[in-house]
């Protein structure tokens, strides 16, 4: 008898845990880190008394957000590139919701360094092929037909 309830409740257990986008999972920075960042955070109280914010859902919308934001931060503080971040803030840019508005200015500028980031990476990985690829240098060539030849 104990074991059906038991097996019900992790059933219940596993849509809640899907339903909330989570941020902790774009990244390897810890969980407790992020929340402490959240917790110190200046936007923290600008969304907790945002009048526009009437239903708990759009609340809760601006604090993922918001943490979302501060996991790009510390990853960019670490010169990590993380695409999903990246992907997931321009989508909240794109569909212009009431949580972008509220922190507006700092996703910009968190798209901004992402996209700079990207693209620095984008040139290293270039200079890594093109090393690769020039690694056989005309004076190489030469000696090697000098050899044969």
């Not at 849509?15 to 955070?41: H, L």
């Not at 700092?106 to 290293?124: G, H």
């Given at each position: 008898?104990?074991?059906?309830?038991?097996?019900?409740?992790?059933?219940?257990?596993?849509?809640?845990?899907?339903?909330?986008p989570n941020?902790?999972?774009?990244?390897?920075?810890?969980?407790?880190?992020i929340?402490e960042?959240?917790?110190n955070?200046?936007?923290?109280?600008?969304?907790e008394?945002?009048?526009?914010?009437t239903?708990?859902?759009?609340?809760?919308?601006?604090?993922?957000?918001?943490?979302?934001?501060?996991?790009?931060e510390?990853?960019?503080k670490?010169n990590q590139?993380?695409?999903?971040?990246?992907?997931?803030?321009?989508?909240?840019?794109?569909?212009?919701t009431e949580?972008?508005?509220?922190l507006?200015?700092?996703?910009?500028?968190?798209?901004?360094?992402?996209?700079?980031?990207?693209?620095?990476?984008?040139?290293?990985?270039?200079?890594?092929?093109?090393?690769?690829?020039?690694?056989?240098?005309?004076?190489?060539?030469?000696?090697?037909?000098?050899?044969?030849?």
């Amino acid at each position: 008898i104990n074991n059906n309830p038991d097996k019900s409740n992790s059933n219940e257990l596993q849509p809640n845990q899907e339903q909330p986008p989570n941020p902790k999972n774009t990244s390897i920075i810890p969980p407790q880190t992020i929340q402490e960042n959240y917790n110190n955070d200046k936007d923290k109280s600008t969304i907790e008394n945002n009048s526009n914010s009437t239903t708990p859902e759009q609340k809760e919308q601006s604090e993922v957000l918001l943490k979302l934001i501060i996991t790009a931060e510390l990853l960019i503080k670490d010169n990590q590139f993380n695409p999903e971040l990246l992907s997931q803030l321009l989508k909240e840019k794109e569909q212009n919701t009431e949580a972008y508005q509220l922190l507006k200015e700092r996703i910009e500028q968190v798209i901004n360094e992402l996209t700079n980031l990207q693209q620095k990476q984008n040139k290293n990985n270039d200079s890594v092929v093109n090393n690769n690829k020039s690694d056989i240098s005309p004076i190489k060539i030469f000696t090697i037909i000098g050899i044969i030849g």
